[in-house]
């Protein structure tokens, strides 16, 4: 599975981005897709993921504020992010794994470039 990440970049606090991650490859709908994120000198940390059925789970620190959504159709999952701080900033990957949700980047088995967003206070 080849993952493609797009959309990010600078906005004003407050503002909103959607992310983009398309999905192709002999499994072109992937069951678990998630967005991951990692700020200059941290950890990467889990955002947000869903199943191809819908379901979906959120960091605390995002939860109200983004959205993930798939269209399997265009093999892509969407994030959007509203309400966007400053302390959101970060490189957002999109990534990939079977079977069941996980919010452990190393459980996921493919993963998308980043995509670098970055909220101006």
């Known amino acids: 599975v080849q993952l493609q990440a797009s959309g990010g970049g600078l906005v004003q606090a407050g503002g909103s981005l959607r992310l983009s991650c398309a999905a192709s490859g002999r499994t072109s709908s992937p069951d678990v897709v998630g967005w991951f994120r990692q700020a200059p000198g941290k950890e990467r940390e889990f955002v947000a993921a869903?199943?191809?059925?819908?379901?979906?789970v959120y960091a605390d620190s995002v939860k109200g504020r983004f959205t993930i959504s798939r269209d399997n159709a265009k093999n892509t999952v969407y994030l959007q992010m509203n309400s966007l701080k400053p302390e959101d900033t970060a490189v957002y990957y999109c990534?990939?794994?079977?079977?069941?949700?996980?919010?452990?980047?190393?459980?996921?088995?493919?993963w998308g470039q980043g995509t670098l967003v970055t909220v101006s206070s």
């Open positions: 990534a990939a794994r079977r079977f069941t949700m996980s919010s452990t980047p190393g459980t996921y088995e493919y």
């Open positions: 869903n199943t191809w059925i819908g379901g979906s």
